[in-house]
């Protein structure tokens, strides 16, 4: 009788507190006093165990008793960005090592992007993020746009979320066209082909304007030459259709790119995507799609009057980046991608050991504001951030020959 009470006991015990326990899959997290190597191979662990989401990265976890047993419940708008940070560093890691099993979660992480296309129902209409949901989650009617989440009609049971911005834009063009240059076998270079192709003939279909499901350009969708846009905006167009044309080798993204120079001057316009005067207008965030743009466009083109005002633009920004205090997850990437575009060794003892402290996120517990039809609620739970940069920080610099393995 008193062994059957205390199974009772236990089984109880374990139904109450299974969520809060076991919905975190990883829990092993490295010290900061250990090797990069294994800080990286452990948060790299953390990220896929914590924060897949059928191949996409979410860059926000919430644990129960507030979010769900996966990982699905959190800030979801800048899903792209971990997501393509990841595909980045696993084409990185499969250039480096040549392990199938990097390709193959390269792949999974692809397929995973496609599926931001798939489940809006629409060619060439990517998504920022979804969920596989019967019902809407607590999250999306606290962010900001809630009426941008949709019930998909392609893949029924699943939500998505619209009003696709230029920083993803950017996203989508850096993380497949890596992928598509490192890892990817014939099959999948065919498919990364394929899904830019669809992405962005339909903006160019809408005159440089990204788009959503309702027809009309997202809030932050202007790449339009008869509309006034911000000069970066025009600097990511310009990669955009570089990568395109590399990849798809369709001469119709050639003609767009250089009528975009000709016609409006696309190429003046970006230098001004840096700016530096007066301060309080630097931000390091805008900073982070502009590297990412020059690192894809700058090592596709061969024009040298180009080249000169692409090198104008990453000059002005390594103004601002040599002297950055390293507060910011990229600081230290700007860094490693000046070297690899400008062919300097700017890789100074203290920027070496600054890559070797890279650290990621720690778990901790918040209260969150949870709507309910009573009302609201408070519910404490554990909450995960995202180290996605760190682990593609990681790999890049391994493959361009900046970080040592030992370390």
Same mark, same amino acid.
């Given at each position: &009788? #008193?062994?059957?009470?205390?199974?009772?006991?236990?089984?109880?015990?374990?139904?109450?507190?299974?969520?809060?326990?076991?919905?975190?899959?990883? *829990?092993? #997290?490295?010290?900061?006093?250990?090797?990069?190597?294994?800080?990286?191979? &452990?948060?790299?662990?953390?990220?896929?165990? *914590?924060?897949?989401?059928? !191949?996409?990265?979410?860059?926000?976890?919430?644990?129960?008793?507030?979010?769900?047993?996966?990982?699905?419940?959190?800030?979801?708008?800048? %899903?792209?960005? /971990?997501?393509?940070?990841?595909?980045?560093?696993?084409?990185?890691?499969?250039?480096?090592?040549?392990?199938?099993?990097?390709?193959?979660?390269?792949?999974?992480?692809?397929?995973?992007?496609?599926?931001?296309?798939?489940?809006?129902?629409?060619?060439?209409?990517?998504?920022?993020?979804?969920?596989?949901?019967?019902?809407?989650?607590?999250?999306?009617?606290?962010?900001?746009?809630?009426?941008?989440?949709? $019930?998909?009609?392609?893949?029924? +049971?699943?939500?998505?979320? +619209?009003?696709?911005?230029?920083?993803?834009?950017?996203?989508?063009?850096? +993380?497949?066209?890596?992928?598509?240059?490192? %890892?990817?076998?014939?099959?999948?270079?065919?498919?990364?082909?394929?899904?830019?192709?669809?992405?962005?003939?339909?903006?160019?279909?809408?005159?440089?304007?990204?788009?959503?499901?309702?027809?009309?350009?997202?809030?932050?969708?202007?790449? %339009? /030459?008869?509309?006034?846009?911000?000069?970066?905006?025009?600097?990511?167009?310009?990669?955009?259709?570089?990568?395109?044309?590399?990849?798809?080798?369709?001469?119709?993204? *050639?003609?767009?790119?250089?009528?975009?120079?000709?016609?409006?001057?696309?190429?003046?316009?970006?230098?001004?995507?840096?700016?530096?005067?007066?301060?309080? $207008?630097?931000?390091?965030?805008?900073?982070? @799609?502009?590297?990412?743009?020059?690192?894809?466009?700058?090592?596709?083109?061969?024009?040298?009057?180009?080249?000169?005002?692409?090198? &104008?633009?990453?000059?002005? @920004?390594?103004?601002?980046?040599?002297? @950055?205090?390293?507060?910011?997850?990229?600081?230290?990437?700007?860094?490693?991608?000046?070297?690899?575009?400008?062919?300097?060794?700017?890789?100074?003892?203290?920027?070496?050991?600054?890559?070797?402290?890279?650290?990621?996120?720690?778990?901790?517990?918040?209260?969150?504001?949870?709507?309910?039809?009573?009302?609201?609620?408070?519910?404490?739970?554990?909450?995960?951030?995202?180290?996605?940069?760190?682990?593609? *920080?990681?790999?890049? !610099?391994?493959?361009?020959?900046?970080?040592?393995?030992?370390?």
């Amino acid at each position: &009788m #008193f062994k059957s009470i205390l199974a009772s006991l236990f089984v109880f015990l374990i139904l109450s507190f299974s969520d809060s326990v076991f919905a975190q899959k990883v *829990n092993d #997290f490295p010290q900061k006093t250990d090797p990069l190597h294994i800080k990286v191979d &452990m948060y790299d662990k953390l990220i896929r165990g *914590n924060h897949w989401n059928e !191949g996409t990265i979410m860059q926000h976890v919430i644990f129960p008793p507030a979010g769900l047993d996966r990982p699905i419940v959190g800030s979801q708008a800048d %899903c792209l960005d /971990p997501t393509s940070e990841m595909l980045a560093a696993y084409s990185h890691k499969y250039f480096v090592t040549k392990d199938p099993n990097a390709r193959k979660i390269a792949n999974q992480i692809f397929e995973g992007i496609l599926k931001l296309e798939k489940v809006t129902g629409v060619p060439g209409l990517v998504a920022r993020s979804f969920n596989k949901t019967d019902k809407p989650l607590w999250h999306e009617k606290v962010l900001w746009y809630p009426m941008e989440w949709h $019930w998909s009609t392609s893949i029924p +049971g699943y939500r998505w979320l +619209g009003d696709l911005s230029a920083d993803k834009f950017t996203s989508i063009f850096y +993380g497949v066209g890596t992928f598509w240059e490192f %890892c990817a076998d014939e099959k999948y270079k065919q498919k990364a082909a394929n899904l830019l192709d669809r992405f962005l003939g339909r903006i160019i279909d809408n005159n440089f304007k990204l788009t959503d499901l309702d027809g009309k350009m997202t809030l932050w969708g202007n790449f %339009c /030459p008869d509309l006034p846009h911000q000069a970066l905006n025009s600097l990511e167009m310009l990669m955009a259709l570089k990568v395109t044309h590399r990849i798809t080798g369709k001469e119709r993204y *050639n003609a767009a790119y250089h009528m975009l120079i000709d016609r409006y001057h696309y190429d003046d316009h970006q230098l001004r995507s840096k700016i530096i005067w007066p301060e309080e $207008w630097r931000n390091k965030g805008d900073d982070y @799609h502009a590297a990412r743009s020059l690192y894809m466009l700058m090592r596709l083109e061969h024009d040298r009057s180009l080249m000169i005002k692409y090198k &104008m633009n990453l000059n002005r @920004h390594w103004y601002v980046w040599q002297n @950055h205090d390293f507060s910011f997850e990229d600081d230290i990437w700007f860094i490693m991608v000046y070297q690899v575009l400008s062919g300097e060794n700017v890789l100074t003892d203290e920027r070496k050991q600054v890559i070797k402290n890279m650290w990621g996120f720690e778990r901790r517990s918040k209260e969150f504001k949870i709507p309910t039809e009573a009302g609201f609620k408070i519910v404490e739970s554990e909450e995960e951030g995202i180290a996605a940069a760190m682990v593609r *920080n990681y790999w890049f !610099g391994r493959h361009f020959g900046m970080i040592d393995p030992a370390w």
